[in-house]
């Protein structure tokens, strides 16, 4: 299993708020920063949020990130059809020396 | 702009090596870190390996501990994944990914296509 946990699924109908969730231990989330990647199918992932919070220019400020202790979540509001795809959360882990991913929540726009 | 271009993947038998590579541009290369994620098609995101930016420290994941080898070549803005002793579970999209300067952090801010590897007789 991953060393951070994120649930398989999420869905919500356009213009909804959802938030996908994201907790780890005090070796990675707790003492690292929080790093968010969305993944289209068929392409490679795409950095959505650094740093807990950040969004590199050009990702919609729809999409936000939050970090408390050792769990983290990123919220997309005012969802659309094209928000559609794989999330995954990451954070480099002191103990294994390397960063670690969530095993990625698969969003569905009812 | 960022650019990270893999190459080198293919079908194997079990026991045998391949060589990935990746060629970046857009930016310093010799500056930023960079590391080797790899994805079991329909399955999460792995990281495999990384290499500072001026090459001398290496981390890897365990299970490819003493058989692949992450290396780059500033001369050639190029990055390197030496994989020996392949397994079927090795069988993955290899993608090439910019880290960060500095530290080290889970930030991949640019990645690759993805070159895809099957271990299989």
């Known amino acids: 299993q991953s060393a951070l946990t994120q649930p398989p699924s999420a869905s919500g109908t356009p213009g909804q708020s959802v938030t996908i969730s994201c907790s780890g231990s005090?070796?990675?989330?707790?003492?690292?920063?929080l790093y968010w990647y969305q993944q289209f199918p068929g392409t490679a992932p795409k950095l959505l949020i650094y740093?807990?919070?950040q969004r590199p220019s050009g990702v919609p400020d729809r999409f936000s990130g939050s970090k408390s202790d050792t769990s983290a979540s990123l919220a997309i509001s005012g969802l659309r059809s094209e928000d559609e795809a794989d999330y995954y959360c990451?954070?480099?882990?002191?103990?294994?020396?390397?960063?670690?991913f969530g095993g990625g929540t698969k969003l569905t726009v009812l | 702009q960022v650019q990270l271009v893999e190459s080198g993947g293919g079908v194997v038998q079990p026991g045998t090596s391949l060589r990935l590579s990746c060629v970046a541009s857009?930016?310093?290369?010799?500056?930023?870190?960079m590391h080797w994620v790899r994805q079991v098609p329909g399955k999460g995101l792995e990281w495999v390996a990384l290499?500072?930016?001026?090459?001398?420290?290496?981390y890897y994941t365990e299970s490819v501990k003493g058989r692949f080898t992450i290396s780059r070549d500033e001369s050639r803005n190029t990055l390197y994944l030496q994989m020996n002793s392949l397994r079927p579970e090795d069988t993955a999209f290899y993608y090439c990914?910019?880290?960060?300067?500095?530290?080290?952090?889970?930030?991949?801010?640019?990645w690759g296509q993805g070159t895809l590897v099957t271990v299989s007789s």
């Open positions: 857009g930016f310093t290369f010799s500056s930023f870190s």
């Open positions: 990914a910019k880290g960060r300067s500095g530290s080290y952090a889970a930030l991949f801010e640019y």
């Open positions: 005090s070796s990675n989330i707790g003492g690292n920063y």
């Open positions: 290499v500072s930016g001026d090459g001398t420290i290496k």
């Open positions: 990451a954070a480099w882990d002191d103990s294994l020396s390397g960063p670690v």
């Open positions: 740093r807990n919070n």
